[in-house]
């Protein structure tokens, strides 16, 4: 199977930047893209937020409108890890960060880090 690793979380000041990384084992020749997505730690019940996701087939990243001034994805194959710069980063970032990853272009996301935590404080 495929095994998901988010890192890099934490508490900064608002204004500052953070990178998340995910690395992945396993069957990592099963994941045709990561994406990542975010969750505000008080709405466990809502649903994750979708942030961006790198292709890894053909090599293109994308990011949501609303944050593609400030967060972008990128990857490096060599060592099975996806980022995500965060870079002005706001108090309404705060969020569980997730990774996952998806095994074709119409499936769904079938795997999943345990994500990691970011508060930005004002």
């Known amino acids: 199977q495929v095994q998901l690793i988010e890192s890099g979380g934490g508490s900064v000041q608002a204004g500052d930047s953070l990178r998340l990384s995910c690395t992945a084992s396993g069957r990592t020749d099963k994941i045709y893209s990561t994406g990542w997505f975010r969750r505000a730690p008080d709405s466990p019940d809502q649903p994750r937020e979708f942030v961006g996701f790198i292709n890894w087939r053909e090599g293109t990243t994308y990011s949501v409108d609303s944050m593609r001034d400030r967060f972008t994805v990128s990857g490096d194959s060599a060592k099975k890890t996806t980022y995500l710069q965060m870079n002005n980063l706001k108090p309404e970032d705060t969020a569980i960060y997730y990774c996952?990853?998806?095994?074709?272009?119409?499936?769904?996301?079938?795997?999943w880090g345990q994500g990691t935590q970011v508060a930005v404080l004002s």
């Open positions: 996952a990853g998806k095994p074709d272009i119409l499936g769904t996301y079938d795997f």
